[in-house]
């Protein structure tokens, strides 16, 4: 079953702005609510690391790269997470996947996100 499906990955020139979704679904997310969730990326040839985290508490926190273009938000409702990214570079090419902040689940297949002019 389908836990976690991230989505509105695109190409984009530098400066540009796109926004990520990620819904959850399965028994591991049926209390989404009290779930602290997190973006991740994986650029080519190197290792998934982490962007941005949102608490239970809609408090957020932001990788270094991230913060002051990055804006992370959840709507517990609908089980999804999203990404709005603005100002991109190329240098945040990476595919963007979601997963629980702790104990995380499995991958999902995650969204392709290229920034080139």
């Known amino acids: 079953q389908v836990q976690l499906a991230e989505s509105g990955g695109g190409l984009v020139q530098p400066g540009g702005s796109l926004r990520l979704s990620c819904v959850a679904s399965?028994?591991?997310?049926?209390?989404?609510?009290?779930?602290?969730m997190a973006w991740y990326r994986q650029a080519p040839g190197i290792e998934r690391n982490w962007v941005a985290t949102?608490?239970?508490?809609?408090?957020?926190n932001y990788s270094p790269s991230a913060q002051g273009r990055f804006t992370i938000s959840r709507d517990n409702t609908k089980k999804t997470v999203y990404l709005q990214m603005n100002c991109l570079q190329p240098e945040d090419t990476a595919v963007y996947y979601c997963?629980?902040?702790?104990?995380?689940?499995?991958w999902g297949q995650g969204t392709q996100v290229t920034v080139s002019s």
């Open positions: 997963n629980r902040a702790v104990d995380k689940v499995d």
């Open positions: 399965g028994d591991n997310f049926t209390k989404f609510e009290i779930y602290t």
């Open positions: 949102i608490y239970l508490t809609g408090n957020t």
